[in-house]
């Protein structure tokens, strides 16, 4: 059975985290959210949610193959610098010698 979706990806407001959305004929599916973008020793990678366990250990809920995490780093990386550009944090600076504060 051929189910095709469009994967996006949805930028937390803090700009930290961002989920995956699933979606067909812009119905969302599913979204898998707390997912990160980490910098590892083969470059950028794509580390979904997981919980430390009382055994110290982390337990991942999410995995994708090789090719699909690659396609999801690539569309994250994407939209998190995007996110990041819209997201500026104001400061003192911007408004000079007329800084209400």
Same mark, same amino acid.
């Given at each position: 059975?051929?189910?095709? $979706?469009? $994967? ?5 407001? !803090?700009? !930290?985290?961002?989920?995956?959305? *699933?979606?067909k004929?812009?119905k969302?599916?599913?979204? $898998?959210?707390?997912?990160?973008? +980490?910098d590892? @020793? ?6 979904g949610? @997981?919980t430390k ?7 991942? /809920? ?5 090719? *699909?995490g690659e /396609? $999801? ?6 939209s ?5 550009? +819209? ?15």
């Amino acid at each position: 059975m051929q189910f095709p $979706v469009e $994967v996006k990806i949805e930028p937390s407001k !803090s700009g !930290s985290t961002f989920g995956i959305a *699933f979606t067909k004929a812009d119905k969302v599916l599913l979204v $898998v959210k707390g997912c990160r973008l +980490k910098d590892g @020793a083969n470059g950028k990678f794509v580390s979904g949610p @997981a919980t430390k366990m009382d055994d110290g250990k982390w337990l991942n /809920y999410l995995f994708m193959d090789k090719a *699909f995490g690659e /396609y $999801v780093t690539k569309l994250a990386t994407e939209s998190m610098s995007l996110a990041g550009e +819209k997201t500026k944090e104001i400061t003192r600076d911007d408004f000079g010698d007329d800084c209400p504060w």
